[in-house]
């Protein structure tokens, strides 16, 4: 694995990942922000937990719903 030093020298990346990295920067012609990667990062680690968190509520109303009408299905006398 490959070292490439930023604002700590303890980040090990490798070989194919400093290798994109560095080719997206030389292609642009700008410096490499770990800070604007990282909350790039957050954003989308953000947007797939609400994902799931409300993907989480809907099937919990679903089943909530599912036993309410159970319940007065068994409840009711034919």
Do not use: C
């Amino acid at each position: 694995m490959s070292t490439m030093t930023t604002y700590s020298h303890y980040i090990h990346w490798s070989d194919a990942v400093e290798r994109g990295v560095m080719q997206h920067a030389l292609e642009n012609g700008e410096s490499v922000s770990l800070t604007r990667l990282t909350k790039a990062a957050a954003k989308q680690v953000s947007k797939a937990a609400n994902v799931v968190f409300n993907y989480m509520v809907a099937l919990t109303q679903a089943l909530n719903e599912a036993r309410i009408r159970d319940s007065r299905m068994s409840a009711s006398y034919w």
